[in-house]
C-alpha cells in the first residue's frame, strides 16, 4: 500500500516548474476537446466562442446561466467549463461549481475556471472546499486564455491516472497514483498530497490521513492541510484540538467557510447551540448563497428561539432554490411551523400551498404541504378545511410509507390530534418516534412541536417510553422465538412490527429471521426479496450500523450457498 510517510524527498513541495512533454501531451488533444461557456451576457459568450476559435477549441457549447448549463452538462461530459462569476437568480460560478462536484455531474478531468472582474476573487478561491482548476481577471487576450487553459489541461493530464482510480472507488491505487505524480511531476507535489490525504479520509483511513496532514503542515502551513487535520481530529473525538485549529483558521483566513461549518458542528456537540448559530450566522455573511448552510442555520435559529432569523434563513433557502433540485420538503415545512409560531398562520398557509405547488411530484410535499395547512386552518380558525386537510394528509401518509421523512410524520400527527383524530395521530406519532432509533435530539424535537399547540402539549412525553418498552419486549421476544427454532413465528412478529413501527433495529431483525429460514429450510424467492427489503431499508437509515452490515453480508452468503447469482453492487 502507497503510506503516508517520506513524502517530502527531493525537490521543494509545490508551485513552480514546467514539463514541456507532459504539456505537448495535453495540448495534442486540444482540437478535440469540447467546452461550454457559461455566462449570462450573449456578447460576452460571443467574445469567449471567437477566442477559443483561435486557440484551436472548435466544439464549444453555450449557457446563459446556471440551470442552462446544468442541464447541458447532464446531456453530454465536457472538458473544458469557462464559467462567468456572476450568474442569475444570485448564484454565482463557484456555487455552481460545488452543485456540479457534488452532485457528480462533471468528472476529475473535466477543467472549470472562473472568469471575473473581482479582484478579491483570489482570497475567496484560496480557501474554498471546492476550488475551480484556476481563475482568469477580466480583461484578458487569447493568448492568456490559451496559457491558463494549458496550464489547467497539463495538470489534468498529470493526474488522469489518479481521477480514474477515485471515480473508480479504488482507494489503495489512487494512493499509489498519486505517489507516482510526486515522483515525476514534482510541481504538482501539494495538490497530490492533498488528493491523497482526500483519498485518506473518504476510505475512513483517518489517523493515517491525520498523519499525512501534519507531515504537511510541518512543511508547508497551507490553510487546508490545517482544515484537513481539524476535520480528522474532530472525526476522532478529539474535539479540544479541532476546536483549537478551527480557531485558528478562522483567525488567519476569516472567510474560511469549511473552518465555520465545522465550528458549528463541535459547538452543537458541546451543547452550544448559540455559539453554532453564531459561527453559521458569519459564514453566511461571506457565503449566503450555500442553501444547506442556510438550511442549517434555519434549524438552529428554530433550536434556539430565534424566529425572526429562523424565518431569514428558510425564506432564503426556498426563494434561491427556486428551479433548481436543492429544495426540500422539510424547508417549506419548518418556515411554515415558524410562521405559526410568530403569529402568521395566513403566512403558514401560504407557505404550505407554495410547497404542495412547487415540489408537486413529491408525495412527501402533498402530505406535508395538507398537515401545515390543517394547522394553520386550526389557527385560523377553519375546522371544516382543517378537518378535510388533516384527513388528505393522514391518507398520504399511509399511501407513502418511507417517503415521508421521520419528522414530517410528527407534523401529520399533531395535525390529526388538533382536528379530533386523536387514535390515528396517536398510532403515527408511535411511528415516528420507533422511526426515530431512540436519537434524544428527535425527542426533543418532538416535545417541542407538540408543545406549540395546547391540544397537544406533553402528549409525546409518555409515548417515548412506552414505545421504547415496546420495542425491548418484540425484540426480546423475536430472538427468543428464533433461539427456539419458531422461525415462522419470529418472522410473523418482526414483519408485523415492521408495518407500524419500522425502526432500524426491527427491520433488521426481520431481514435475519427470514435468512435464518431461509438457510434452513431452503431458498424461498419471495422470503429473500422481502429480507433484502428489510435490510436495505434498514441500511438507507442507518448506512453505519455495523449489525445492519453483517446482516446484508449474510444475505449474499445465504444466496451464495444456493447458488443465486448477484447482481453488482448487492
Not at 473525538?237 to 463541535?266: C, F, M, R, V
Not at 389557527?379 to 378545511?385: D, K, T
Amino acid at each position: 500500500m502507497a503510506g503516508a510517510g517520506g513524502v517530502f524527498p527531493g525537490v521543494g513541495a509545490g508551485g513552480g516548474g514546467f514539463d514541456f512533454e507532459l504539456r505537448r501531451e495535453a495540448m495534442a488533444m486540444l482540437k478535440h476537446k469540447n467546452g461550454i461557456i457559461i455566462d449570462p451576457n450573449a456578447a460576452n459568450r460571443a467574445s469567449l466562442r471567437a477566442m477559443l476559435g483561435t486557440i484551436g477549441m472548435v466544439q464549444v457549447l453555450q449557457a446563459s446561466g446556471a440551470v442552462d448549463a446544468l442541464r447541458r452538462v447532464k446531456e453530454r461530459t465536457v472538458d473544458v467549463i469557462l464559467c462567468d462569476y456572476l450568474l442569475e437568480d444570485g448564484r454565482d460560478g463557484q456555487q455552481l461549481l460545488e452543485e456540479m462536484r457534488t452532485r457528480h455531474l462533471i468528472p476529475l478531468s473535466t477543467a472549470f475556471i472562473v472568469i471575473t472582474r473581482e479582484r478579491r476573487y483570489q482570497s475567496v478561491v484560496s480557501v474554498a472546499e471546492l476550488a475551480p482548476d484556476d481563475y482568469l481577471l477580466k480583461p484578458f487576450t487569447p493568448q492568456q486564455l490559451l496559457e491558463r487553459i494549458e496550464a489547467v489541461l497539463e495538470k489534468k493530464h498529470a493526474f488522469r491516472h489518479a481521477h480514474r482510480q477515485v471515480e473508480a472507488g479504488q482507494v489503495d491505487p489512487t494512493l499509489t497514483a498519486c505517489d507516482d505524480i510526486i515522483g515525476r511531476h514534482p510541481q504538482y507535489r501539494l495538490d497530490a498530497l492533498r488528493l491523497k490525504a482526500e483519498t485518506l479520509m473518504a476510505a475512513k483511513r483517518t489517523p493515517e490521513a491525520q498523519e499525512l496532514y501534519r507531515q504537511i503542515l510541518a512543511h508547508k502551513a497551507v490553510p487546508w492541510a490545517k482544515m484537513g487535520l481539524a476535520i480528522a481530529s474532530h472525526r476522532t473525538g478529539q474535539l479540544e484540538e479541532a476546536a483549537d485549529l478551527t480557531a485558528d483558521i478562522l483567525q488567519s483566513h476569516p472567510t474560511y467557510i469549511a473552518a465555520y461549518d465545522l465550528a458549528a458542528k463541535i459547538d452543537e456537540e458541546r451543547g452550544l447551540t448559540a455559539e453554532a448559530q453564531g459561527h453559521l450566522s458569519q459564514a453566511v455573511v461571506h457565503a449566503p448563497h450555500a442553501l444547506a448552510r442556510q438550511r442549517q442555520l434555519g434549524r438552529l435559529a428554530v433550536e434556539n428561539g430565534d424566529l425572526e432569523a429562523a424565518a431569514a434563513a428558510l425564506s432564503t433557502v426556498i426563494s434561491r432554490g427556486a428551479g433548481t433540485s436543492l429544495r426540500e420538503v422539510g424547508d417549506y415545512a419548518q418556515l411554515a411551523r415558524v410562521q405559526m409560531e410568530s403569529g402568521k398562520p395566513a403566512a403558514a398557509l401560504e407557505t404550505a400551498s407554495a410547497l404542495r405547488r412547487d415540489l408537486r411530484d413529491d408525495p412527501g410535499a402533498r402530505v406535508a404541504g395538507n398537515a401545515m395547512a390543517a394547522l394553520a386552518h386550526v389557527r385560523l380558525g377553519n375546522a371544516a378545511e382543517a378537518a378535510k386537510a388533516a384527513a388528505l394528509a393522514l391518507e398520504g401518509a399511509q399511501a407513502a410509507g418511507d417517503a415521508v421523512a421521520t419528522h414530517l410524520l410528527v407534523d401529520v400527527a399533531q395535525a390529526a390530534m388538533v382536528t379530533g383524530q386523536a387514535e390515528k395521530g396517536e398510532a403515527l406519532l408511535r411511528r415516528a418516534i420507533a422511526h426515530s432509533d431512540g436519537d434524544s435530539r428527535f425527542s426533543q424535537y418532538v416535545n417541542r412541536v407538540m408543545a406549540t399547540f395546547q391540544e397537544t402539549a406533553g402528549a409525546a412525553e409518555e409515548l417515548h417510553e412506552d414505545v421504547r418498552q415496546h420495542l425491548v419486549h418484540i425484540n426480546n421476544e423475536g430472538v427468543r422465538l428464533g433461539m427456539a427454532g419458531q422461525l415462522d413465528e419470529a418472522i410473523r412478529l418482526f414483519r408485523e412490527t415492521v408495518t407500524q413501527m419500522p425502526s432500524t433495529q426491527m427491520l433488521a431483525n426481520a431481514g435475519k429471521a427470514i435468512l435464518a429460514k431461509l438457510n434452513r429450510d431452503g431458498w424461498d424467492a419471495d422470503l429473500a426479496a422481502e429480507a433484502k427489503s428489510c435490510l436495505e431499508r434498514a441500511a438507507k437509515r442507518s448506512p453505519d450500523d455495523a449489525k445492519v452490515r453483517e446482516a446484508l453480508a449474510a444475505y449474499r452468503t445465504v444466496a451464495g450457498k444456493y447458488g443465486v447469482r448477484q447482481t453488482e453492487g448487492e
